[in-house]
């Protein structure tokens, strides 16, 4: 945890450090909704005394946590030393603006304040409108120097969903799909995915919700990450197929079936005891707008099992404007067996999308792209 060799260069000093901010608050994925992901690390005469990130809504937030460590530090090194005070002169990064407002929590300008900090480097400025700058215009005004923007990105990409909840409140959505070599949508996630660190199991864990077909078949209707101790997302059934009652197994994830008339009746959901919306017409904005009431900032719309199921739903996302991201994986195999569907089924949905700000990952298993629809 210390580093060794000192670098002369700050701004690479700087980058390293908001880097390791990115990587702590990554260990509290799945758990922070509807708040972001924050790290924070203390930095003392080029040693890194304190670590911490939020590790879920409601709790202390990242930069709290680092002097509780600072303080176990300094009680055993420096055993006879205030540990209030040395926390003194040191640098805070935090790869989001610290808060100043009191909410769940107080304000951690305050506790940076207190601390005595000297400098404090802020990944990207909080989008939220109760922070929006006047964090970064507190600690100024006490005097500490602070530099915003170390990392930007990578600390807005950490954010994507909960920024964009943020500033447009509305939630993220993702669609994500699968396709054998041969351009076929496939039910199957992949050898492995679903083992811990598999692609798949590590998306399931970045998002609040998903959205499956009900038509699926048991064995691929009941997705849960394998990640250790992972969040489960939500699991929104959509079933609209006559004829093809979800196969709701598994106690793994909560699950919220939206139906229409006709298969609530057929399915006797009501008896079955699960929780359901019906509706006239199976159609995206009662799916979002439960979504929001719940707090849900992100979204995985996952087409497998039947397309026809979900292609609606997709259209809509792109006609209303709430498709941000599409998430593609390419499996490695040739694939005609009954009922495959081509791509060509979507033919039709959309004259012409440009992707932007791509993403690719490529393992033995799969190729992933990610790309985005608005900057
Ligand atoms: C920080 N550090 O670790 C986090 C911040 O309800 P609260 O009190 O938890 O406040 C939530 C808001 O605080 C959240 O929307 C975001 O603007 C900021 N989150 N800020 O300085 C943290 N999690
Ligand atoms: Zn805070």
Known sequence: RVRCGMVEDESVDDGFYIRRCVELAR????????NPLVGCVIVKDGKIVGEGFHPKAGQPHA??????????????VFALRDAGNSAENATAYVSLEPCNHYGRTPPCT????KAKVKKVVVGMVDPNPIVASKGVARLQDAGIVVTVGVEEELCKRLNETWIHQMLTGKPFVTLRY???VNGHFLDQLGEGVTEAGGYYSKLLQEYDAIILSGSLSEKFSSPTSQEPGANQPLRIVVANNPGQFPSLTTEASKTIVFADKEIAAEADLARKEIEAVVLD???LTPILEHCRCQGLCSILLDMRGSIRDLEELVRETIEQNVLQKIVVEVLPYWDESDGAESLVVLNGLVKRLELKNLRSEISNRSLVVEGYLQN
């Open 178 to 180: 699968s396709l054998s």
């Open 281 to 283: 017409r199976i159609d």
């Open 63 to 76: 930069e709290v946590t680092p002097f509780l460590l600072h303080l176990k530090l300094c009680l055993q």
């Open 110 to 113: 305050e506790a940076l304040i």
């Open 27 to 34: 260990r509290a994925i799945g758990f922070t909704s509807p």
